[in-house]
Each structure stands twice: as structure tokens, then as C-alpha cells.
């Protein structure tokens, strides 16, 4: 897909990795909407470096846990800037949950924000995708689908369910709109990761390094403009963790 003059939707497009990601595709000509929950002043800053790019931008605030948030979210974007060819579901909630203590309430949010807000999202483009005849999702899911850490489950579970909406996706949407997803390994560390953390994250690679941000976003590039003959895929950016 040439994406010049396109529209893409990026979900937690205001910082981290969904900024790299808006910013890449910005950067091929791409005009991008970006939503965000809480991050308001970051939003507005990665809107005005879209912009900087000879592009449209908009930033929308969405809690994704929302169906009617996300529908009408979708409902706008493809008002205001008439067409919506890209999705890339990169909004996410992550925080330890050990075991013992997981609550109701830590469950429902993980899954409701993990996985039920990208299918919400999806269902809303996907639909406008297929009428139009074309168009791309890309969900950016975790190399914890392939082996769940233990003090992650609720969020693991909601990954691995995105793995799988991912495939089911791409059968239901075929064969005008292709959807993957990108499993990322350690690229960046939430808040509060020690060092010794941090160290046997790298270790664990064969790289012996962590990615980055672009990392993640050339792999999205390759996904929507390098190739059209690729759906219900999942690529491991990960360093070779999976190998070790």
C-alpha cells in the first residue's frame, strides 16, 4: 500500500512507542490521527510534530474500555479527514499482577482496556476498510503470547486473546483488508524496572541489547507499505528473545 495522501489511526499515539509509530507513518506522507486517555499535553505535542511533517493530525481522547467511545471516535475521524486506511491498535495497560492478588476489578481493566478496546476498534475500521475496499490493521500485541509471565497474567491472557483476534480478523476482513500483529520484546521498560531488571531482560536475547521505539515502527512501515500479500501474521521484534 502506497500511503501517501492516506489516513492512519493510531490508538496511545501521544508518547512511546505509538508516537514512533505516527511519527514513521507521518513520514511517508501519511496524515495521522492519534488517540489518548490521559496523556493530554503529549498528545498535543506529537500532533504539532505530525503536522511539522506536511501532514494532518488530530488527537482524540478515548478510553478504549468504552465501546461507544471508540464508535464514535472512528465516526469522527472518518468524518473530518473522509477516509480511514490504516489502524494500528497500540494502546495498552501494563502493570504487575502476581498472582495472590489479582482483583476483580485489575482483571476487568486489563482485559476491557488489552483486548476488548482493539476489537472495538477494529470492528469500527474494519467495516469502513471493507466497504472501501482496502485498508490494513495492525495489532501490536507482546512476546509474553508465546511464553505468559507469571506476574503478568491478566495481561498476558489479554495479549494472547489479541493474538488470536488477530487471525480470526484477517479470515472475517479477507481479502480487501490484511491484519497482523507485531509481538515486541524488551524495548522500552515500564516505569520502576531495576537495573538488575533491565540486565536480564538484555540476556535473555541473542542480540544481548534492547529495541527501540523505531524498531517497532519500521516493522508497522514494512507491514503496511512492504508488502501486500502478508495477514493473520505475528512478527516477533524481540532480539531473538524467543531463542534463547
Avoid at 13 to 29: D, E, I, P, Y
Avoid at 174 to 181: D, F, G
Wanted: with cysteine; proline share 5%.
Amino acid at each position: 500500500m502506497n500511503i501517501k495522501g492516506k489516513v492512519a489511526l493510531v490508538t496511545g499515539g501521544a508518547k512511546r512507542v505509538g508516537r514512533q509509530v505516527s511519527l514513521g507513518l507521518a513520514s511517508r506522507g501519511c496524515h495521522v490521527a492519534i488517540t489518548y486517555n490521559t496523556s493530554e499535553t503529549e498528545a498535543g505535542r506529537t500532533v504539532a510534530l505530525i503536522r511539522k511533517q506536511g501532514v494532518r493530525s488530530a488527537a482524540y481522547r478515548v478510553d478504549q474500555r468504552d465501546a461507544d467511545q471508540v464508535k464514535e471516535a472512528v465516526k469522527q475521524i472518518i468524518f473530518r479527514f473522509r477516509r480511514l486506511d490504516v489502524l494500528v491498535n497500540n494502546a495498552s495497560s501494563f502493570y504487575p499482577t502476581p498472582f495472590e492478588n489479582v482483583t476483580e476489578a485489575q482483571w476487568e481493566e486489563s482485559i476491557r482496556t488489552n483486548l476488548s478496546g482493539p476489537w472495538w476498534f477494529a470492528q469500527a475500521a474494519g467495516k469502513a476498510m471493507k466497504r472501501r475496499g482496502a485498508g490494513k490493521i495492525i495489532n501490536i500485541v507482546d512476546v509474553s503470547v508465546f511464553s505468559p509471565w507469571i506476574d503478568y497474567l491478566p495481561y498476558s491472557a489479554a495479549k494472547g486473546g489479541l493474538a488470536v483476534l488477530t487471525r480470526g480478523l484477517a479470515k472475517v476482513l479477507a481479502p480487501e483488508v490484511q491484519v497482523n500483529a507485531i509481538a515486541p520484546g524488551p524495548i522500552l521498560f515500564p516505569p520502576g524496572t531495576s537495573a538488575k531488571e533491565k540486565e536480564k531482560a538484555v540476556r535473555r536475547t541473542l542480540l544481548k541489547r534492547c529495541g527501540s521505539p523505531e524498531d517497532i515502527a519500521q516493522a508497522v512501515l514494512f507491514l503496511v507499505c512492504g508488502t501486500d500479500f502478508v495477514t493473520g501474521a505475528m512478527i516477533p521484534v524481540d532480539g531473538g528473545r524467543l531463542l534463547a
